[in-house]
């Protein structure tokens, strides 16, 4: 069966089965907290953060930021661990032993000059030129998305391998 994507996002924002008040979100975030506490075992410092947290309209799911790392994905529970841990190992270190420290950490390298190059390069290019590079990324992807979970894509790899080196049939140069 298709997927449909042109479901209308303004209809459901305004379905009032899909709106959450906020005494009902803070009661979702107390149960799943406390479901939480029930299967993961936490220190009493971590117990009175995490419940700190969510008393102040959070998840426990929703990361409160790193001092340290980035923390795409995490939750709190382990963003919280994560600083408290290189908190304790760097405490009495040099500014430059913690940046030595948390570097190595993470695994962290200094960008190549050609890395420092493309960086440059993208501070000083036009606005409009990285929105519309952002566009055309997202609609790259959004069509991988879409060869995936047809289950086209490998199809789709076969054929670019193949046409790698043909002639680009349009022009492209309206995109700018």
């Not at 519309?132 to 991988?144: C, P, S």
């Not at 998305?145 to 080196?165: I, M, N, P, S």
Request: charge should be negative; hydrophobic fraction near 35%.
């Amino acid at each position: 069966m298709a997927r449909r994507y042109d479901y209308d996002i303004d209809a459901i924002y305004d379905d009032p089965r899909f709106t959450y008040e906020e005494a009902r979100i803070r009661a979702m975030n107390a149960r799943d907290l406390a479901e939480l506490e029930e299967k993961v075992p936490l220190t009493a410092p971590e117990k009175r953060a995490l419940r700190k947290w969510v008393a102040s309209g959070h998840s426990w799911r929703e990361s409160p930021g790193s001092r340290y790392v980035c923390d795409f994905g995490m939750d709190f529970l382990e963003v919280y661990r994560i600083d408290h841990e290189i908190a304790a190992a760097t405490r009495g270190m040099t500014p430059a032993e913690k940046e030595a420290y948390i570097k190595e950490y993470t695994g962290y390298t200094d960008p190549t000059p050609e890395e420092r190059e493309r960086y440059e390069a993208v501070k000083t290019t036009p606005v409009y030129v990285q929105k519309k590079y952002a566009e055309l990324y997202r609609r790259i992807h959004l069509l991988w998305r879409y060869l995936v979970e047809e289950g086209l894509w490998d199809e789709a790899a076969e054929y670019l391998e193949e046409h790698k080196d043909d002639e680009m049939p349009l022009d492209f140069s309206f995109i700018l």
